[in-house]
Each structure stands twice: as C-alpha cells, then as structure tokens.
C-alpha cells in the first residue's frame, strides 16, 4: 500500500505543478466569463442601432396603425415614391416601406433600402400589417375584433413534484440542461483522462521507464497508483471548475440580469399611455428555475461517477497502453472501449431524457459500462432510491471485475515488447497464471 501511495503522489503532483494544468484549470472558468460578456455585449449593443421606416401608403389601410417598437421607428409621408426612394439613398439606417393601392389584389409590398433590414424588424412589420389585415377584414364582415383578442390567451405551465417535504417546482428546462451538462462532463472526463493514463504508460514503456520502475514495484501497484493518481488530478480540476464557475456565474449572471431589468425600464413606446409589462430576463427566468434542482445530490451523484466510470475505463485503458508500443496502435482497442459511452450519450439524451423512467433507460443506468452517463441523465429527473443504490453497488463491483482483469492483461503487457498484439494475445495473457 505504501507503494502505490508513493505512485499516487508522484503522479498527482507532477501533474498539477505542471503550467497547461493551471492553465486549463483556470481557462475553463474563464471562457465562462468570455461568454457572459459575449451575451452581455450582444443584449446592451447588438440591436442598439434604430432603424427608422418611412412609410408609404397609398392604400390607406394603414396609416397610423403601425407601433413603433425599441429599435424600429416608423413615420408616414405622403410624397412621391421616386423621391422618397432618393431621400432614403445613401442612408443606412433608413427605409422605406412601400405600400402598394392593390397589395389585397396581389400587389408585392416593398422594403427599400441602401442596406439590409434586420431580420427581427422584417418579421415585426410582416406581423403588424397581418394584425392589421386581418381585423379590418373582421370589421368588415361585422365581425367584433375586441371579442375575438379577448379570447387568445396563453397557457403557461408551472410543473410542481410531490416530495418528502411536500410540493416543489420542477423545472423541466432546467433539469434537462443539468442532465446534459453532467454526463457531458462524465463522457468527456472519461475520455480524457482516461486517455491520460494510456499515454503515460505508453510513455514510459517506449523510453524503458518502466524497467526500472517494475524492479521496485509490482505491475498490480503501479497501475493502481497511476489510476489513483490522474484521477485525483481530474477531481481536483473538476472541484476547482465548480467553485470558480459557480463564483464567476452567480456575478456574472447578477450583473447581466440587472442590467438587462434596466434596459427594459428604459424602452419608450409610441403608446405613451400603456405601460410595458415588464418579465424576467432569460438569465433570471433560467436562474429561477435552477433553483429548483437540488444541487448538493446531484453534484453528490456527479463525483461519485465520474470517480466510478473513471476507474473503470482507465483501469481498461490501461490494459491498452501497456499492450501497445505507441499511440498509433491503439486504435483497435479503443472503439470497443469507447462504444459504450458513445452509444449512451447519443441514445440517452433523445431516449432517457423523453422517457427516463423506461426499461433502456433502467438498463442503461444499472450497467457498469454506461451507468456513469445515462445515471446523471436521469439523476435531476429523480431517480428511486433503489435504483440508485443497485447502479451504485453494481458501478463498484464493475470497478473491482474490470481492474482484476486488466491487471491480469497489464502484467505481462507492460514488459512485451516489438509485437503486434491482437485480441487472441490478450486473452492468452489474460489466462497465464502466476
């Protein structure tokens, strides 16, 4: 034990004293920043350009019934088009909007203009001249347009769940934007430090590190203090991720959220006697929503995983490394290796996320191999208790059954030397004894 300690603790500090872990450890928090500010840029200055709309009528229908919005402005002439068309040349943020008598008859209504409109202020006049349109073609036919808009409405749904404590919101949005960010992590972690200890053992065997290394330690002991080792490397990053990316969120997140309650404040509408009804930004609607997901068990349920799925595959993907001479060679192994988590990530987010709850999606979070993804899949959904307990035991019994088997593989691997291995080799040296 106190060997694979000492291995542990050689592979753990040689690692985080490097300058790319504390580079990426601290890049990752930071893009969050970069895209914080990326959205708060584009709210506060994307649309801040008011394009103005001179309108052109010579229908009637519409004269003075179209609304001015934040950055869409109209105002309505009555001179002739040529010179409307000259007076708008050479202005980019000017338009005319031109209104043909016969457009009921098929007559083609026009934007006209030196630059492209927005796409969201195209689609605003293509919906107010439709309202528009529509109730007079109402009226007409004496039909009564107040009736009418008083009977839309929209019905928004708040989900509540039965708990121990009694009823709470569920967020639906929420809970899938947790589930897919935790078993991205999970499949993503996997992948690479799992990749890490692969490479490390390649390493060291193709510059005869390992000679050395087999003459003090058992194969057995040197594959656990590596496993051991970069998997409290990937823990500590992923902690030090949370803890800076929920800091640089919840600020981040505030200070967006305040400034965009502000902006709304501040819109004037061409209505001067109807108030803007004011709503929650996205940030704080989704800030909201978050709350409802209880953070503590998920985050309980994601190391435990992630330490879980990552023992098991890097005790395989070391099997691989010590089988191989370089990296290239690796190849054949991998996809078996890896088709699991491939096959869980594209199958659980379109099967688990729709139907948590059915026979692929138990299976899935009870098998060793795949639980790691599809189980935090499910996690912010609910998961019964039993369940999680048996994905749980079974996740430990699969670490403890991949790693006899591996070290089985990796003893007489990691000394072999100048042959192409295939699967028949592995199961031979799997049944030698000794």
Avoid: C
């Avoid at 006209?112 to 689609?123: E, G, L, P, W």
């Avoid at 528009?132 to 509540?160: F, M, P, V, W, Y």
């Avoid at 503590?296 to 191989?324: D, K, M």
């Amino acid at each position: 034990m106190q060997k694979i300690l000492l291995i542990i603790k050689r592979e753990y500090f040689s690692r985080v004293r490097k300058k790319s872990f504390l580079i990426l450890t601290f890049l990752v928090p930071s893009l969050f920043i970069a895209m914080y500010a990326a959205i708060f840029f584009i709210f506060k200055n994307g649309d801040n350009k008011t394009q103005t709309f001179i309108v052109l009528d010579e229908s009637g229908s519409f004269k003075n019934k179209l609304h001015n919005k934040e950055n869409l402005i109209f105002t309505f002439s009555n001179e002739k088009y040529s010179n409307l068309k000259n007076q708008i040349r050479g202005k980019k943020e000017a338009f005319l909007l031109y209104i043909p008598a016969d457009y009921a008859e098929g007559g083609n209504v026009e934007i006209i203009s030196d630059k492209k409109a927005s796409f969201s202020n195209i689609a605003e006049i293509e919906n107010q001249l439709t309202n528009i349109l529509q109730t007079e073609r109402l009226l007409a036919n004496g039909i009564d347009t107040a009736l009418i808009n008083q009977s839309k409405s929209h019905i928004s749904l708040n989900t509540k769940q039965f708990t121990e404590n009694g009823e709470k919101d569920a967020s639906i949005a929420a809970t899938y934007v947790v589930g897919f960010a935790s078993s991205f992590l999970i499949y993503l972690s996997l992948l690479i430090y799992g990749t890490q200890v692969m490479r490390g053992i390649i390493e060291e065997k193709t510059n005869r590190i390992i000679e050395v290394i087999i003459s003090s330690v058992k194969p057995f002991q040197l594959m656990m203090g590596k496993i051991l080792g970069i998997g409290a490397v990937g823990l500590t990053q992923f902690l030090l991720w949370i803890v800076l990316t929920s800091t640089i969120s919840s600020f981040a997140g505030g200070f967006f959220s305040l400034d965009l309650s502000n902006k709304k404040e501040n819109v004037i509408n061409q209505d001067t006697s109807t108030k803007q009804s004011t709503t929650d930004s996205p940030t704080q609607e989704f800030l909201k929503a978050a709350n409802t997901i209880n953070f503590p068990y998920v985050l309980g349920t994601f190391i435990f995983y992630f330490l879980g799925g990552y023992l098991i595959y890097s005790a395989l993907f070391a099997a691989v490394g010590s089988a191989v001479d370089n990296e290239t060679e690796t190849q054949q192994f991998m996809f078996p290796i890896t088709l699991p988590l491939i096959f869980t990530f594209i199958v659980g987010m379109n099967v688990i996320v729709n139907n948590p709850d059915s026979s692929l999606s138990f299976w899935l979070s009870i098998i060793p191999l795949t639980s790691p993804i599809a189980m935090m899949i499910r996690v912010p959904f609910g998961v019964p208790g039993w369940e999680l307990a048996l994905s749980m035991f079974l996740l430990v019994a699969g670490f403890v059954l991949t790693t006899w088997i591996a070290s089985r593989i990796y003893r007489v691997g990691i000394l072999m030397y100048g042959k192409k291995v295939s699967y028949r080799e592995l199961i031979k040296w799997f049944t030698y004894k000794g």
